[in-house]
């Protein structure tokens, strides 16, 4: 196939910058990483950026394509050749540009190291000397956390670094709640004391990006959403924006909307709010100040505090809650009503294979009669007769 690309030139020690377009002749199965090969192989030998794997496994290939980060080895393109159309491909934002692709990581590697991306010790050893095991309940909190490969795409979209780029940002929080979300770390809370600093979880815009251009699934801005559940459920709530947050959970269990006038003085305070009154009076002249005494409830507010109930009973504060929930939105993002069984929705015609769980019998494969049946927790164990 013909590939045709404009490429942005930059040479840091000079300052140049030039828009270069260069067309090649690529395989149809050519990833954006081979075209780039061709052109520095075959085309200008100048051209700089990074690659090692080719697998979307480094995380070394991270630039934009139009606009947005993607992953070079990642992205195929035959359907953007047969559409006549040609890319332009820069580096990645909110990061110094050394050459052409190339950026500069120092930033992005001192937020990760400030992070202490490793496991603190301090954690109860398992009397029987062996491994530490954690429930997949447990792991199901970071899971997505732990497929993270440092590539930068989020921190390149990432909103809150654009004005602030002393902000920890996506990456770095998403690393944070890996280990905050690990029951063998001992520094739960002082990672969360630590990230809910200045420049920490509070600071994040949630205008989604990161989760949107993270070419793993680790979704940094659900990881962030985490973290504030966590500090807040240990007592850590400083920030206003934990009051803010604090605010909306109490508002929608009482009246089961979101009493934004209220907002302000629990948030910030009585002094704060009566220096914001010319605003306040602005509002209430337009009619927007929504009065209303006793406020409005609304009609299905049982449902609210229902919700908020089955969280206690479960004892799903925290993060714990935030995964229970985001199972519940992903089942509605797929159709189910609540009224089909699970082997009913793996039964509609085009639905993925049903992976089945430990302890579930299948016909072969993986979690099969044959196979050992390793249930987290508990000791593994070998099905009469069993196989491998
Ligand atoms: S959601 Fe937050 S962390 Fe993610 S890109 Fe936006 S501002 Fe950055
Ligand atoms: S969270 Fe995703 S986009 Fe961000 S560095 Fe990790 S893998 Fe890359
Ligand atoms: S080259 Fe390793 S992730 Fe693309």
Redesign the pocket.
């Known amino acids: 196939m013909q590939v045709a690309l404009k490429i942005w030139r930059y040479d840091s020690s000079s300052g140049e910058r030039a828009l270069r377009e260069y067309e090649i002749d690529a395989p149809d199965e050519a990833t954006l990483l081979d075209c780039l090969d061709i052109v520095k192989d075959r085309h200008d030998g100048t051209l700089a950026y990074r690659k090692s794997c080719r697998m979307m496994i480094c ?1 070394s290939c ?1 630039m934009r394509m139009n606009g947005a ?1 993607v992953l070079a080895c990642k992205t195929r393109m035959y359907e953007i050749a047969q559409a006549g159309e040609v890319p332009v491909i820069s580096a990645m934002g909110n990061l110094p540009i050394v050459k052409d692709l190339v950026v500069d990581m120092d930033p992005f590697w001192s937020k990760f190291k400030a992070m202490k991306p490793y496991l603190q010790p301090g954690y109860d050893v398992p009397q029987d000397g062996r491994e530490y095991r954690i429930s997949q309940e447990r792991m199901n909190v970071i899971h997505k956390e732990a ?9 390149s979209e990432c909103n809150a670094m654009e004005s602030d780029p002393e902000f920890l940002g ?2 770095a929080l ?1 690393k944070g709640m890996r280990f905050v979300g690990d029951p063998r770390d001992a520094a739960t809370v002082e990672r969360l004391e630590q990230y809910s600093g200045p420049h920490g979880i509070w600071e994040c815009t949630r205008c989604f990006f ?1 989760n949107e ?6 979704d ?1 801005r659900d990881a962030i959403a985490k973290l504030g559940a966590e500090a807040i459920s240990n007592g850590i709530d400083r920030d206003m924006g934990a009051k803010h947050a604090k605010w909306f959970i109490r508002s929608t269990e009482t009246t089961g909307w979101l009493r934004e006038t209220e907002l302000v003085p629990k948030t910030q305070g009585i002094v704060s709010s009566v220096k914001q009154m010319k605003f306040a009076m602005g509002l209430i002249k337009h009619n927007k100040a929504g009065l209303a005494f006793p406020p409005h409830v609304a009609r299905d507010v049982g449902e609210a505090r229902n919700l908020h109930k089955l969280v206690k009973e479960q004892d799903r504060q925290g993060a714990m809650g935030h995964v229970q929930g985001e199972r519940a939105l992903a089942r509605l993002a797929h159709g189910h009503s609540g009224e089909e069984t699970l082997d009913e929705i793996y039964e509609r015609q085009g639905a993925f294979t049903r992976p089945y769980l430990p302890g579930e019998g299948s016909a072969g494969g993986q979690g099969s009669l044959t196979q050992a049946d390793v249930t987290p927790g508990e000791e593994p164990t070998k099905k009469p007769g069993g196989g491998a």
Do not use: F
Not at 147 to 155: P, T
């Open positions: 995380g991270g980060a497929l993270c490969i440092n590539c930068g795409c989020c921190v996506p990456q998403a990161c251009r993270c070419p793993k699934g680790v940094p």
